[in-house]
């Protein structure tokens, strides 16, 4: 028996050539600061969000915000309409709340302000091979974050907001028990450490980057109140070498840079560590045949608007590198979403 030839549809299609307008519905309820407000008052009317967050759209605009919310899972509603009540979902009060330390609201910011128009000019970034943010002027896109303190704070904390859930996975599901130390190459604001300190009472952690990132992460540290275990330490890893500790990580740092510099980095790694030791990459690991991890593609993606050199890889790439630089053996955990922890093994 033969089968029905697939009728073709265009419904693919058009919901990922609208996926801005989902994005920006998101978007716009962060920067408004919707779910932070509903975790003060924990459910709100729809007159009392127009009303908290300074809105002048029509009641009927106004719903249709709050419902599509809604129908993407970010909120809970009772009711309908005129009388209906918002409240957050266990996500968006667990994430998405300004007043917790798990807010990740810095890397939605973080889309809405510097992303979207990024990647306004991807399609230039394929024709030129040139990157389309800031470092399209010169330098890497990290040196003009180091000019103004303010855009690096914020991304620095946009940072945190991506990775927030994968370190606390990685801290849950690796084992731990072997060891005592360990450094966060290109640590940010230190929250892969704290993590890892905040689940095991027994390490040691260093968040490792540039002097002003390390200033930021004081902070962040002293509001875990984790300062007896997790410290900061300043280094360049283009000119340094790296402390030496049980466990090297590095979160969304090798996808930055080309093959060359991976390599360097992972050597630099192989080289602080102890016979034994390990070193972990969590990152956006795409499928070994490049067909599922769609969100790991993008990323790669990502790093062509953003740095015009850098992309994200799969655990074969990983493997190959690895071995190449002396590894032992390698693995992989799975995190959140997209993003795995590429593990190797001195």
């Not at 490792?208 to 280094?235: H, S």
């Not at 690991?285 to 991890?293: A, F, P, Q």
Request: with cysteine; net charge negative.
């Amino acid at each position: 028996m033969e089968h029905q030839s697939q009728k073709p549809s265009s419904n693919s299609i058009i919901q990922i050539g609208t996926g801005f307008w989902a994005s920006k519905v998101l978007l716009g309820a962060v920067k408004l600061e919707l779910f932070t407000k509903l975790a003060e008052k924990k459910s709100m009317s729809a007159n009392e969000i127009k009303s908290s967050l300074e809105l002048n759209c029509t009641d009927r605009n106004l719903f249709d915000f709050l419902d599509t919310l809604t129908t993407f899972g970010f909120l809970e509603r009772e009711g309908l309409l005129d009388t209906a009540v918002y409240s957050n979902n266990i996500n968006t009060d667990f994430f998405l709340d300004k007043k917790k330390l798990t807010y990740i609201g810095g890397i939605i910011q973080y889309f809405n302000n510097r992303s979207y128009d990024v990647w306004g000019n991807f399609e230039e970034a394929l024709l030129t091979g040139r990157p389309q943010s800031e470092a399209k002027k010169g330098g890497s896109v990290f040196d003009h974050f180091y000019l103004d303190s303010v855009k690096l704070k914020e991304f620095i904390h946009s940072m945190s907001g991506l990775q927030m859930e994968n370190f606390i996975l990685l801290a849950q599901n690796f084992d731990f028990s072997k060891y005592k130390t360990l450094v966060d190459i290109g640590g940010s604001a230190g929250i892969l450490s704290l993590m890892v300190a905040k689940n095991h009472s027994h390490m040691s952690c260093i968040s490792w980057d540039l002097p002003p990132v390390t200033l930021i992460a004081n902070e962040v540290i002293e509001n875990y109140q984790l300062q007896d275990r997790v410290k900061t330490n300043c280094g360049d890893f283009f000119k340094d070498q790296f402390p030496k500790a049980d466990i090297i990580t590095m979160g969304n740092i090798l996808h930055d840079w080309d093959e060359k510099t991976k390599l360097m980095l992972l050597r630099k790694a192989y080289d602080a560590l102890p016979e034994g030791g390990v070193f972990i990459a969590i990152e956006n690991v795409i499928d070994d045949e490049r067909k599922k991890n769609a969100g790991g593609l993008l990323m790669s993606l990502n790093m062509l608007v953003e740095t015009g050199t850098g992309f994200d890889y799969t655990f074969a790439d990983f493997n190959i590198w690895s071995k190449e630089i002396g590894f032992k053996s390698t693995s992989i955990i799975p995190l959140s979403g997209p993003t795995s922890a590429a593990i190797a093994f001195k």
